[in-house]
């Protein structure tokens, strides 16, 4: 399954909303999508599971939804903490993929 | 609380192998609730999934790299390993361990832990 990821840069300011897309190129099965942030020199880490399930310790201004071929991740009010790029990843096949990214810039 | 510690050279000749361990603490490499996999990163790049290895000794592949990666686990060190041979400078990456556990709703496998990553640069 390709995952297509846009915009590729979002370009806005702290205490404004994000709104991330995820396209896939085919029903992923049992809404097995999942989103991580990723930071300069970092790994990724988990936000969401399950298209909507935030990971533990996640705040509650990162939500997520979706099915089928279409997913968002929204962050409501960003954090100067927030800026990084965020990868979507479906999980319901046996071969794993990786979207392109989403780069969240001030 | 999970830890995952990448061991591993950061340069490695072409045409060589690329061989780099990550050590499990703070949970169960035994366990069957989990799988655990290695990602990469060329510089600049997004995420590449590389393969996932249980347990029990069974692994499964990216087609892409199928033929050249190997992922073990070895249960008694609490590690899991990846091999990679014949590497030319397109396998130059950051490359991670992780952890892949089951969702409570779907019960498939993502990831929920990482280790740090390891630069490995291909260069003679």
């Known amino acids: 399954i390709v995952l297509t990821q846009s915009p590729d840069t979002l370009s806005l300011s702290p205490g404004e909303r994000a709104t991330l897309s995820c396209r896939a190129s085919q029903t992923v099965k049992s809404r097995s999508l999942a989103w991580y942030q990723q930071k300069p020199g970092q790994a990724p880490r988990l936000l969401i599971s399950?298209?909507?399930s935030r990971a533990t310790d996640i705040p509650d201004r990162f939500s997520a939804g979706g099915s089928g071929t279409e997913f968002t991740l929204t962050i409501s009010r960003l954090e100067p903490e927030d800026f990084a790029v965020y990868y979507c990843?479906?999980?319901?096949?046996?071969?794993?993929?990786f979207g392109g990214g989403t780069k969240v810039e001030i | 609380q999970l830890q995952l510690q990448q061991s591993g050279p950061g340069l490695v000749k072409p045409s060589e192998t690329l061989a780099l361990t990550c050590t499990v603490s703070?949970?169960?490499?035994?366990?069957?609730?989990?799988?655990w996999g290695w990602i990469r990163q060329p510089p600049g790049k997004g995420l590449e999934w590389i393969g996932s290895g249980y347990y029990t000794g069974s692994a499964n592949y990216n087609p892409s790299l199928r033929g050249r990666v190997t992922i073990l686990v070895d249960r008694s060190n609490r590690q899991f390993s990846l091999k990679l041979t014949s590497v030319t400078a397109a396998d130059t990456a950051v490359y991670y361990c992780?952890?892949?556990?089951?969702?409570?709703?779907?019960?498939?496998?993502?990831?929920?832990?990482w280790g740090e990553g390891t630069l490995v640069t291909v260069s003679s």
């Open positions: 990843h479906q999980y319901g096949t046996s071969l794993l993929t």
């Open positions: 399950g298209a909507s």
């Open positions: 992780a952890r892949l556990t089951p969702h409570y709703i779907s019960g498939l496998h993502y990831f929920d832990s």
């Open positions: 703070g949970d169960s490499i035994s366990s069957s609730s989990y799988f």
